[in-house]
């Protein structure tokens, strides 16, 4: 048997030559020089040479190694470089004589010596995240790599070898004694013994083939994207390549993965598969072999990497990656195998099979019920879902209240909590139910459904299991009377219930799962990527009736959405949840996934605030009509908009949206000066209707704008004062002395204008504020001219920037027309125009002004509750005082991490802007978008803006709190420290 055997008790020292005697080799076999670094490598010596032809690695091989087996790496490399690969992988240089292996000695030893050229780019290993786009590539490029070498063959290849995930638990067996620690070696002993028995049984039908072997984040090259992402896209260091079970590299893929968030080894293994299967589409038994494959993986590794760490204590690589290897271990041990690969082959499905039921269950229906029916004729099934409207806003935010919340819905103490549900949590967590629950008070008696047979009980868990058709029912909160093995008849006592623990969100329950193994035991909820749904079944058949709640399948309706609406109607994000609830300054997706919000500036008070609901709520039940009609809430809101304005501005038009309003302020500069040119800034935007999209010029809402912009629409330059001409203390004085002269010269060329219209604050450039005096100044030159002026306070107005209520405040100045919408209702559509009576009245010779939904009755009663809310939360305060503190954290990021070019703005509306180059501030527009694909991850809803796209843009409701804010804060500078 060949010396890779490790059975045979041989210990792999690796080579240990000086820098000066490689240099030497490098010299005399390969006729070249150049500086030389070490590169680690867990067996072998490896140098990178810096040649003057180019970049080489000079590879020392372990003696352990067989010629053959290098003989075989030499034939696969020159294999897949005559082969027209989509990667990149090394190519042997022959030496001095023509031959691609030589031989050297040191230190009485005699080693094999190789040089191939390098790839460059990073291993993955140097990256600290790895998004699933990156893990996909990853399992891609193996599943490429052992196709390609499907058709390559060498004697060299049929070796017993370490590595080989065949051989896993012997590797176990001969290495295991070098853990200390005991019950860790028992562990790695049962837990390997277990995956060498699946692995028995299926390897029959587990393929053959030629594989690298050793696909872990140190042989895996990535060339960076534009959005800074690591793509997989160069394979190295053959030497583990061998012919084995095809399916083997996932798994090696999968554990060496791990490494980089040890917290989802399942959900990194499953991107893993997508990648591979998609290239090289795995059989169903291979997906079953793939968990045990894993854990036998990770076993052989930590087994590996103890026996190295004592043979060469000094090598700081060999404990690191012992140390890391463990991690690994405990990160995967307690993942249940069933549902680990029923995730797995969820991965390679086309549709989910979350809660099927199965045929016996549902043809053989329960004779009795688990409570005795006369204790209430039809108590109700439960919605606790997120879109529950049961449990109304606020209600949740605790385990007690969601307990009180629930036990209040209960009719005499009972009712039934639904499967596969996505639960309002209060820690905000994916929690999907695996089971049903019934509600009933602690002490009722629980009877067996059908016959069962009780497999066991669990007095720990107060749960037992019993056998019925060929399902097995967990029942737990009950104390069990019924002993093991023994039959219980249908409507025969199993035990009492219990009541739950007072910690418990869920009042006294029985909770009923369904498994298909008698030894599983499921959470009582779950999150998706766990694989437990696929695993249990749909309860209903036993409880009597329908408990399966429907299914909230965000992924189907992201396909109904695409068949029916317009593709220009977009949406956030590739994969966008599905979010179905809010409260306050929180998004909920169908799961029950909490997520901060902070780009909704429409929800400014929050989501779901209850004064809107309330208000609206009594209001549509009581009338909703129009504004030609004559009722009080339309009158009073009007007052209360012209009490927060200059005093000249003292009339009103009421609308529904922000174009709708800028569309009113552009006819009446019109109306009122009979001119009908304007003036806007450029790169703004200021609604989608004609006029106001003729005035728009931002490049992502309107392409073609510079192009075909009417001759009677002119825009001046940008004041932007971060990435504009001028950025000086004195920019606003020369930005305005520019509008002034184009003013002048417009008057010059006869052309009379009507208005100017901008935003306060520079929102599609991400919250810039103007430089200071600019807006006098131009208003100043406008009205110079005859022009009036528009202030679109569509989205700066209203309290957010927290010194101020309106955005021209910050300005200093006062406009003729003061538009807002968006935030006026808290996302009931009202919006207004505020103007002075003259500017009013110029409208009158255009006939009527009527907007169906402008100031209706509910719009109207909305949008008082919004002003009264403002008030009486001191929400401007708030915007004042937690977005100083999110503007001063998100500054230092500015010093931490060079993308972070600034951060512009004022209170909550904010913009941080990401740059690739400080000095020549290149957008770092592709990252800004992975970067809140990331942030979604973590539970931050945040999106880009500006025409570069590269502005993080942040405008939350302004209930917005200090956690919240540090929570986005905290997050943005994990994605930034550690990649996305
Ligand atoms: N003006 C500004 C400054 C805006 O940001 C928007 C919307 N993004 C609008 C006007 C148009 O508002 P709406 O979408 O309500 O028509």
Known sequence: MALENPFAGHELLSPTLSGETAAQLLHDRYARSGPMKPLGSHQDQNFLVDAPDGRFVLKISNPGFTRVGLEAQNAAMLHLASNSIDFRAPIPVPDVDGQLIGQTDDQGRTFDVRLVTFIDGNPLSDFDYLAPVVLQAHGSLAARAARALTDFNHPGLDRVLQWDCRHASDVVAALVGHVQDVALRDEVVRLTGQAQSELDKLSGELRMGVIHADVTDVNVVATVDSS???????????????????????????????????????????????????????????????????????????????????????????????????????????????????????????????????????????????????????????????????????????AGELRRAIAGLLDSGHGFGRFNEGRLNPAGVSAVTTGAEIFAPAGTTINAPVDVHVVSVDADDDAMVLGAFDQWLRVSGLRATAAAGTQVQAGQPLGALMSSPSSSSLPDHLLVQVVSDPDECPPRVCDRASGWLPVVRDPSSFIGFQVAAPSPDAARLLDRRDSVLATTQEHYYVQPPRIERGWRHHLFDTDGRRYVDMVNNVAILGHSHPAVEQAVGRQLRLLNTNSRFHYEAMVAFSERLVDLLPESLDTVFLVSTGSEANEVALRLVRAATGAKDLVAVRSAYHGWTTATDEVSTSIADNPGAAADRPEWIHTVESPHTYRGRFRGADAGDRYADEAKQQLKDLQAKGRAIAGFIAEPVYGNAGGVLLPHGYLQQVYQAVRDVGGLCIADEVQVGYGRLGEYFWGFEQQGVIPDVVTMAKCTGNGVPVGAVVTTSAIAAAMEEQGSFFSSMGGSPVGAVAALAVLDTLETEQLQANARDVGSHLKKRLLELTDKHPLVGTVHGMGLYLGVELVRDRETLEPAADEALAICERLLDLGIIVQPTSDHMNVLKVKPPLCLDLASADQFVDALDRVLTAGW
């Open 228 to 398: 800074g992402r690591p793509i997989p896209d160069g394979l190295i260091d053959f030497g583990d390549m061998l012919r084995t079970w095809i399916v083997s590299d996932v798994a090696v893929a999968a554990v060496s993965l791990t490494a980089h968030d040890f917290d989802r080894p399942l959900e990194i293994t499953a991107e893993i598969v997508r990648g591979f299967h998609r290239e090289y589409p795995l059989t169903d038994p291979e997906i079953d072999a793939l968990w045990p494959l894993v854990v036998a993986r990770a076993a052989a590794c930590c087994v590996s990497s103890e026996q190295q760490a004592m043979l060469e204590p000094d090598n700081y690589y060999a404990e690191e990656s012992r140390d890391s290897d463990w991690h690994i271990w405990a990160s995967l041990r307690s993942i249940s195998w069933k549902a680990a690969t029923a995730a797995l082959h969820e991965a390679t499905a086309a549709q989910p099979s979350v809660g099927a039921t199965t045929a016996s269950a549902s043809s053989q229906p329960s004779r009795q019920s688990f409570i005795d029916q006369t204790v209430s004729a039809d108590p109700p099934v439960l919605d606790l879902s997120v879109q529950s409207d049961s449990l109304t806003p606020g209600s949740w935010q605790t």
